[in-house]
């Protein structure tokens, strides 16, 4: 008994299962967890380690290199990249995708690198570290908001915000809830030298005063009675008087207080480290991110739903602007291709209708639904969210799912035309069909296996695809051979009296067909050599198709990078980015303009990447009122950048839909002196700009930055006793500040900085006034008297490493309005030819470098999955020639796929690589079922050549239903950015290798096999 005839006697169990997979689908759609894009781990890590006073070189060779060696001793270790800055180092740690295949795996290396990392602390400098190892870099704070509030001060909003932040932690599924940008206060004690030294002050009691006076210490404990209780001494300063009024000093009954040497300020630390503005006002960003696997729809609106319910604690005047709400977008985007499923159930289902009838057609729509629900419960169960990727994968397979039920169904059909039962033609029709339809189903899941196995980023990106066309396929082979024939059995009629030969009549159009084939057949020589010479043209017409990575997003905002020269402070490029944010803000279409000035803001979407933090660096993210304006506003904002600021770097841009991001194009040179690598990226860099198409040319070590260097005298330092450590001291006091203690407000702890007064600071000419204390003297003494000379000079201001090897990237974008594989194409010989001295390489970042590195993690399983594909026709078949016949129509495909890509000017992005991958498995499948239902012919005795007529013409109806229905099916694709790429190599291939299949595959059987043209019935 096989699975028809067990279905159609135990019509009870298939109901009961049916009502499971659409009750089951139903419950799935409604609680299964919700993301825009899939969640793929980042895993990188960052070591900061500051060194106070340290020159680049110095942090490179005293605290960056150590901890790059203990760091590459641990094996799960893929990528460290450095960058050595004064008094910082900045450590990137990239793990391996094997060492780390999830999040769980992932934390237990990072407390494999915090062991490292603590172990080497005794093996960098005095005075450095300790070192912090951040391994959240990669959190994705999906909803994000801006808080304003004109004629509020920085303190007040930072106060709501962190009133805020406690009252969203405790909803339901928040993670974290991180600020940016927020700016902290500081007491600002500015000590006059001239006065201090007036008055006879010791600048040393008042840094005592100050320090000691709000120090928190423990003073005891005693008994009292029974009992044993704590001394607390009151006298803390809790006001900016009590600051003032501290005593200082004094001589002959007198008192000299902290007012009467030094003026007391309450201000902001100096410089700020970032500022964001929102339309035009300064701002805070608030980030939420979810917890892990969390549903995120459901999360944002228990978030709305308790803003609601606070809004009356906000103060009247601060405002909270929604900046992006995951929740909202995906929710959009769910309904979005929730309609794209039902669009292309509708056309499939229509389809059917109109070339099988109503009632094939009625048997192929619920056999499809109920596939699609019970695809569903298992994505459910296997832990598959939605997304793009699997929603996009649904659709995929629901034109592909549609091919078994079709054979089925089409093969009952035509058994009860010819008059025989319905249940023996189920059961015949099942036998006859089971073994190759598997064979065919197994091929087209393994054509998606290398994406559900390769290793990296971008395959984690996109492996969700293989899980979900696998679920699918594998359910609509078991319904093929369940449902459907219960279907059939259900809504066919029994024949009455029809005869075979009646039953057995062809139309006209399947006459035409079988004319064309046997010609075809007579004419097999010509026919394969016409063939080739359209493969050798689409070979050779391959070269017009344009390469991409991924697409670039829809979403309806704009991003602009823009850079100052590196050291430049940060108020200046806030100044220059006022100046745009004010442009960009009067163009039409822009809604709202969020100026980030020092960096970028948070990981508000996986695909962003705010880069380092950088004093000269700054982004502007526009909102705009429709995503089809980006391209103009692009344009617009780029012209401007470049004629109004000649002395920035700029670039506008649009995001990426997937992993990615940075330079399009990046030329990274290796090797071990400073001097030549940054010549070989300068070359790099005039190829660019020689070229006239690229903007945002610049390298990754900036230009050099000057810097200050008072020379100590050793001689005259030991004299009076002051050392190189006190000289440093004291610059810094006078320059940057000393802190000295906290004042407490509150739940705030802000710090007392001692400085000297604005006009003492600022000219950098009066560095030799500073007054410095000598231990020998007890007096102090201007900086003069241990200075040999001083004077302003030069050098780089980070240095780069990758793996323990000094790295310099020169880098470009393509201007607006032009492709990257364009310019890559025409940079890319002039760079390679530069020469490179012995000791030194180059390779290809950026995004060239990301889809290499993509396509070699996915090359790296194909060969498996081919040599499974094979094996599984091989051992179908137990033959060698018919593997053969089926394996030489699948490079035909390119055929229909480079003139698809031509046409359409598409170029081949990874998903579109990963299309083709899938339709070598649909051809094949195609091929193989023809194959087989030929051999099967002859095996019954039926003449070579009318066999091969009669097994084309009786899979003519199945083929075209498929493919057709395929094609159509994932038509509304087409019209999704992320998937273009990947439906044009489907629907023009997939067309073309139908053809070629339905005429080619029996050109070829007949040249293996030699069959003559007379070998037909007499």
């Not at 007391?264 to 006002?281: A, C, E, H, L, N």
């Not at 493969?535 to 198709?545: A, D, E, K, P």
């Not at 410095?772 to 241990?786: C, H, K, N, W």
């Not at 594989?821 to 030194?840: H, M, S, T």
């Amino acid at each position: 008994m096989n699975l028809a005839e067990l279905s159609i006697k135990n019509p009870l169990i298939c109901c009961i299962v049916i009502l499971l997979c659409l009750f089951g689908g139903y419950s799935a759609y409604e609680t299964m967890p919700r993301f825009e894009d899939p969640e793929f781990t980042i895993r990188v890590a960052k070591v900061f380690t500051q060194y106070p006073g340290a020159s680049p070189e110095e942090v490179l060779n005293e605290v960056t290199e150590p901890l790059e060696t203990a760091i590459q001793s641990l094996p799960d270790v893929k990528l460290v990249n450095s960058t050595s800055s004064a008094g910082l180092s900045d450590i990137s740690v990239e793990i391996k995708f094997s060492a780390s295949p999830s999040k769980g795996d992932l934390q237990v290396v990072w407390t494999k690198l915090r062991n490292k990392i603590n172990d080497a602390q005794s093996s960098i400098a005095p005075g450095a570290g300790p070192s912090v190892v951040a391994d959240d870099f990669g959190d994705v704070y999906g909803i994000y908001y801006l808080l304003t509030g004109e004629g509020f001060t920085m303190p007040e909003l930072l106060d709501y915000a962190k009133t805020l932040r406690k009252e969203l932690l405790l909803v339901p599924g928040v993670g974290k809830v991180a600020l940016n940008g927020e700016q902290n206060e500081a007491i600002y004690v500015e000590i006059s030298r001239e006065q201090s030294a007036s008055l006879g002050v010791s600048v040393n009691n008042i840094y005592n005063a100050l320090s000691l006076q709000n120090a928190v210490t423990d003073a005891g404990d005693l008994r009292v009675g029974s009992n044993r209780i704590n001394i607390h001494p009151s006298g803390e300063i809790t006001t900016i008087e009590a600051i003032e009024n501290l005593v200082v000093g004094g001589s002959n009954g007198s008192v000299l207080t902290l007012r009467d040497v030094a003026d007391v300020k309450r201000g902001f630390i100096q410089p700020p480290s970032k500022i964001i503005r929102y339309d035009g006002q300064q701002a805070i960003g608030i980030g939420i991110a979810n917890v892990s696997g969390y549903n995120v729809v459901k999360l944002g609106e228990a978030l709305d739903a308790r803003l609601t319910e606070i809004e009356t604690l906000r103060p009247l005047g601060i405002e909270l602007h929604e900046y992006y709400h995951q929740g909202k977008v995906v929710d959009m985007a769910i309904q979005d291709f929730v309609v794209n499923v039902f669009m292309s159930l509708a056309i499939v289902f229509v389809t059917l209708l109109i070339f099988m009838g109503f009632r094939s057609g009625v048997i192929m729509g619920l056999t499809v639904f109920i596939t699609m629900a019970a695809t569903l419960l298992f994505m459910w169960v296997g832990g598959i969210p939605m997304h793009r990727i699997s929603l996009g994968a649904l659709i995929i397979s629901l034109g592909m799912l549609v091919d078994n039920g079709v054979v089925v169904t089409d093969g009952i059909l035509v058994g009860i035309k010819e008059g025989r039962k319905k249940l023996d033609v189920a059961k015949e029709v099942a036998r006859k069909n089971m073994k190759p339809l598997l064979g065919g189903t197994l091929v087209g899941i393994i054509a998606f296996a290398p994406i559900g196995f390769a290793p990296g980023d971008t395959a984690e990106f996109t492996n969700s695809l293989f899980w979900v066309v696998m679920i699918a396929l594998s359910l609509s082979w078991l319904f093929a051979f369940t449902i459907t024939p219960l279907f059939c059995y259900w809504l066919f009629p029994e024949p009455k009296g029809t005869t075979g030969s009646a039953a057995k009549k062809k139309s006209l159009f399947m006459r035409l067909y079988e004319g064309i084939i046997r010609a075809v057949l007579k004419n097999k020589a010509i026919a394969i050599a016409a063939v080739l010479i359209a493969f050798g043209t689409s070979i050779w017409g391959f070269q017009f198709v344009k390469s991409g990575f991924f697409p670039a997003s829809v979403t309806p905002q704009v991003v602009v990078n823009f850079e100052l020269t590196q050291g430049t402070d940060i108020r200046v490029t806030e100044e220059e980015l006022i100046r745009l944010e004010k442009y960009i803000q009067g163009l039409e279409g822009v809604e709202n303009v969020q100026t980030i000035i020092g960096g970028g803001t948070l990981r508000y979407m996986l695909t962003y990447d705010g880069g380092s933090d950088n004093s000269a660096s700054g982004q502007i993210l526009v909102k705009t009122a429709d995503y089809r304006l980006n391209d103009d506003l692009i344009e617009d904002i780029q012209s401007h950048i470049d004629q109004e600021f000649p002395d920035a770097l700029g670039k506008a841009w649009k995001f990426i839909m997937g992993p990615g991001g940075g330079s399009k194009i990046e030329a990274t040179f290796k090797g071990p002196d400073v001097s030549v690598l940054k010549s070989l990226a300068a070359q790099a860099k005039q190829v660019m700009q020689d070229d006239g198409e690229a903007v945002l040319i610049k390298d990754t070590w900036g230009e050099q930055v000057p810097y200050l260097e008072p020379v100590y005298s050793k001689t005259k330092g030991e004299r009076l006793g002051i050392r190189r450590k006190d000289l440093a001291d004291a610059l810094a006091t006078n320059f940057s500040g000393r802190r000295l203690g906290v004042f407490r407000e509150g739940e705030y702890l802000i710090p007392i900085i001692s400085r000297a007064p604005e006009e003492e600071r600022s000219d950098i000419f009066d560095t030799f006034g500073i007054q410095i204390l000598s231990p020998t003297t007890g007096e102090t003494v201007p900086l003069a008297q241990v200075l040999e000379t001083g004077g302003i000079k030069w050098r780089d201001g980070r240095l780069l490493r990758e793996n323990r090897v000094l790295t310099i990237t020169a880098q470009g974008d393509p201007a607006p309005n032009v492709l990257t594989d364009d310019l890559f194409q025409r940079v890319k010989p002039k760079i390679e030819a530069i020469a490179l001295p012995n000791g030194y390489s180059m390779e290809w970042d950026g995004e060239f470098g990301g889809s290499a590195e993509a396509q070699s993690s996915l090359a790296s399983t194909i060969p498996l999955g081919l040599l499974a594909m094979i094996l599984v026709v091989v051992f179908l078949f137990n033959s060698i020639r018919q593997p053969i016949i089926v394996w030489s129509v699948v490079p035909l495909m390119m055929i229909g796929v480079t003139l698809g890509l031509v046409l359409t000017s598409t170029p081949l992005e990874f998903m579109g690589i990963l299309g083709l991958l899938s339709l070598s498995g649909l051809v094949i499948q195609n091929s193989l079922v023809l194959v087989d239902n030929t051999d099967d012919l002859i095996a019954q005795g039926m003449p070579r050549f009318d066999a091969l007529v009669e097994s084309a013409s009786s899979r003519f109806r199945p083929v075209v239903m498929g493919a057709f229905t395929t094609v159509l099916g994932i038509a509304p694709l087409f019209f999704d950015a992320f998937f273009r790429s990947m439906t044009v190599v489907l629907a023009f291939g997939l067309s073309f290798a139908t053809i070629i299949t339905l005429l080619v595959t029996p050109a070829l059987y007949a040249m293996w096999f030699r069959i003559r043209k007379d070998e037909v019935a007499a």
